[in-house]
């Protein structure tokens, strides 16, 4: 049975940082790129960034580039999204999610989910 499970969020003032983080457990987490998506209250569920299966590559969506990192660690079947310089309009639930090969970037290319995290970025 695949699990993803979420860790790390909570409250933060705007301009601060936060990281999160997403562990693995039944599949091979090396085969898989690993993305994070979140969604904010009203919203639609919006990709955030992925990263690849080695690691080597990463695709930032436009509103996070420059602010947020995605790393993993295969060793650890963990990937973490680190989030700085963070903005109200940063609030939301963030999930992560292990897809197929390369950078996707449509959640319809992944396969597994975890249950999300709240992060709620104060003005």
């Known amino acids: 049975q695949v699990q993803l499970v979420e860790s790390g969020g909570e409250l933060v003032q705007a301009g601060g940082s936060l990281g999160l983080s997403c562990a693995a457990s039944?599949?091979?987490?090396?085969?898989?790129?690993m993305g994070w998506f979140r969604q904010a209250p009203g919203k639609e569920r919006e990709f955030v960034g992925t990263?690849?299966?080695?690691?080597?590559?990463?695709y930032y969506a436009d509103a996070v580039k420059g602010r947020f990192t995605i790393s993993r660690d295969n060793a650890k079947n963990t990937v973490y999204l680190q989030m700085n310089s963070l903005k109200p309009e940063d609030t939301a639930v963030y999930y992560c999610?292990?897809?197929?090969?390369?950078?996707?970037?449509?959640?319809?290319?992944?396969?597994?989910w975890g249950q999300g995290t709240q992060v709620t970025v104060s003005s």
């Open positions: 999610a292990a897809g197929r090969a390369g950078l996707p970037t449509v959640q319809s290319q992944y396969s597994y």
């Open positions: 039944g599949l091979t987490f090396s085969s898989y790129a």
């Open positions: 990263i690849s299966r080695s690691g080597g590559y990463t």
